[in-house]
């Protein structure tokens, strides 16, 4: 197992005032200038996102010496040569209830890499660890992790520590976290899953069958059918959802997806004693849509 240039910390510090704080280490810093700096884009995303100005607080510190940062634009750090391990300490503010930033409260968080994690000049191709910590909050009790990020040393509920290859690969795996419901079905012969937050109640084996002959049919129409050679280019694949009273938007990742829609337009269960399915709604139909783009 290849050894870490970067090693990130992120833990939900205060879900109550929305407040993360997160950690860069340059375990193995040259004897040089470092340089800080956070994305102002994401993949997938055709916008500039100045996810920069979420950040409350930025400190450095190495060998448990504070280390002066000098701001060299809206999203940039720079941090002057070090012995030892560098760190450089965020506090971010976490309440953009989106597909492309990060939002944190007693009911769940959320977060793609590119808001949270600052690259390291240098060494953007170097791999990295990141370590997801649990909540202390007592409101946020038997919360779990979602992510296709790979796992490297991770306790049954998903917390622990993941690697990436690469920064581009750490920023597209998005994470959830919280007591969200699970939805599996298998595609072409490769697990999915799809993770609920919020409040809905839905027909889980309608959605898994529907949503399995999407996904088989993507797959297929991309690279063929079984029986002909065709295979998914992923081992996995995670949908991540936030059902809301109202709300809708999508952001595809590698190996996931994530997902804001209607609690209303996940499929209805049946009621006490009917028979049959009941009969698509436009909603639903949209909510297949959106998972099929």
């Keep these: 197992m290849t050894a870490p240039a970067v090693r990130y910390t992120i833990r939900p510090k205060n879900p109550r005032a929305h407040l993360l704080e997160v950690e860069c280490t340059v375990v193995s810093p040259e004897p040089r200038e470092h340089w800080f700096s956070l994305p102002v884009w994401i993949p997938g995303s055709y916008l500039v996102r100045e996810f920069s100005r979420h950040f409350v607080e930025v400190t450095a510190e190495a060998n448990g010496a504070p280390v002066p940062l000098e701001k060299i634009n809206k999203h940039t750090w720079s941090s ?136 088989t049919q993507h797959i297929e129409m991309f690279h063929g059918p079984a029986d002909r050679g065709g295979t998914a280019p992923m081992k996995r694949y995670l949908f991540l959802t936030t059902a809301l009273g109202d709300g809708y938007g999508g952001l595809e990742h590698k190996d996931s997806t994530a997902l804001i829609c209607k609690r209303d337009d996940l499929p209805k269960t049946t009621t006490s004693g009917a028979t049959g399915k009941p009969e698509m709604s436009d909603g639903y139909r949209g909510f297949l849509g959106l998972c099929s783009h």
């Design 80 to 215: 002057p040569a070090v012995v030892g391990p560098l760190t450089v300490r965020a506090t971010v503010y976490a309440w953009d209830l989106s597909v492309r930033a990060a939002h944190l409260d007693t009911s769940h968080f959320f977060f793609n890499g590119t808001s949270v994690f600052l690259a390291v000049a240098g060494l953007e191709n170097k791999p990295c660890d990141v370590v997801i910590e649990p909540p202390s909050d007592p409101a946020c009790k038997g919360w779990r992790v979602a992510t296709t990020l790979p796992g490297k040393d991770v306790r049954p509920p998903g917390f622990g520590t993941y690697q990436a290859s690469s920064y581009d690969q750490l920023i597209d795996h998005p994470v959830e976290m919280g007591t969200f419901d699970i939805v599996e079905w298998q595609s072409a012969g490769v697990p999915h899953q799809m993770a609920v937050t919020g409040r809905a109640r839905f027909d889980r084996d309608r959605l898994a069958e529907d949503l399995a002959a999407v996904c």
